[in-house]
């Protein structure tokens, strides 16, 4: 039992939960900020909902994924020793997987009681990512599928805190939308001559690698206002602005990495780059929070 779960946990690549928690967690704190302002205690259930909702939610999704791709995974040389096509884990564990994922997902959103909404949303949010699942087959815009379905996290996160809508979720939002979405796309530049063999649908299929690489680049600049538009809307200081710059680059040296020509360190700015943008954006937004540096109230 447990190597199977160890397994799994390998299946969806555990560890990748890294890019889009920071992210949740640094919306929950401002949520948390405006709730002290207005002197709304803290939950450290609300702590512990964000947590789970965001690891079996994720997880859920990512086990889905693979299922669905598990016959193109067995076609592709670059995916076929994956878990599934290569036979080390059964079709029926990971759909087991889904379903204690799905079940736990939901119950999970609990925690945010009396606040509905999370509840409410959950069959809808969880039926968005698995739909990513699919996007390949019919648009070559299935990148920012993804980076939909993650940017879900920073605005799902305050509405389970507020029970409301506002301007920082959704700029924080927008900066999970172009970045995802970017870097998804040089991450499919690896499979360009089998998406067109196969007839599925990427952005580098259809105009060819040096074209969606600036592509990306393009996104990432989007990006980066966006992430300059929640420094000024959510009143964050120094610290914050300087991580934008650090921000900026680090995707500079990520573009530099990859090259129409030379898609070999392709993983290298995939997972280690955004790793630390990722992580560093959270660490730099607590600063800005716990410093007391920002332009409205610290969160002490």
């Known amino acids: ?45 609300e702590l512990l909902g964000i947590l789970l909702c965001m690891v079996f939610a994720r997880s859920t999704a990512m086990a889905f994924n693979r299922l669905v791709d598990r016959r193109l995974d ?23 997987f889904c379903l204690i994922g799905t079940v736990a997902f939901i119950a ?41 379905a993650l940017m879900l996290s920073p605005i799902a996160t305050w509405i389970a805190i507020r029970g409301e809508l506002a301007w920082p979720p959704v700029l924080l939002g927008l900066v999970i939308f ?22 599925l649908h990427s952005i580098p299929a259809r105009v060819g690698i040096p074209a969606s690489l600036k592509l990306a680049l393009m996104s990432h600049i989007f990006m980066l206002a966006c992430l300059f538009a929640l420094w000024r809307t959510a009143e964050l200081g120094p610290i914050f602005l300087a991580g934008i ?9 990520e573009h ?30 607590l600063a800005d929070l716990w410093l007391g540096v920002s332009r409205g109230a610290p969160l002490q």
């Open 108 to 148: 999970s959103t609990l925690l945010f009681l009396p606040n509905r909404w999370p509840l409410h949303l959950s069959l809808p949010l969880l039926a968005f990512l698995c739909g990513y699942s699919y996007a390949k087959r019919f648009t070559a815009l299935c990148h920012y599928w993804l980076g939909g």
């Open 74 to 96: 067995a076609e592709n040389p670059r995916t076929a020793n994956r878990h599934l096509p290569a036979g080390i884990l059964s079709v029926g564990s990971v759909v087991a």
């Open 245 to 253: 710059i650090a921000v900026a680059l680090l995707l500079a040296f």
């Open 178 to 199: 172009f970045w995802i979405g970017g870097f998804d796309i040089i991450y499919a530049c690896q499979d360009a001559e089998f998406d067109q063999r196969r007839r």
């Open 256 to 285: 530099w990495l990859v090259r129409p020509d030379d898609l070999t360190r392709v993983n290298l700015a995939f997972f280690h780059v955004n790793a630390v943008i990722s992580v560093g954006l959270l660490l730099v937004g």
């Open 1 to 45: 039992m447990w190597t199977r779960l160890r397994h799994i946990l390998e299946m969806i690549r555990f560890s990748h939960t890294l890019f889009a928690l920071p992210f949740a967690l640094l919306a929950a704190c401002l949520a948390w900020r405006q709730n002290l302002r207005e002197q709304i205690p803290f939950r450290l259930q």
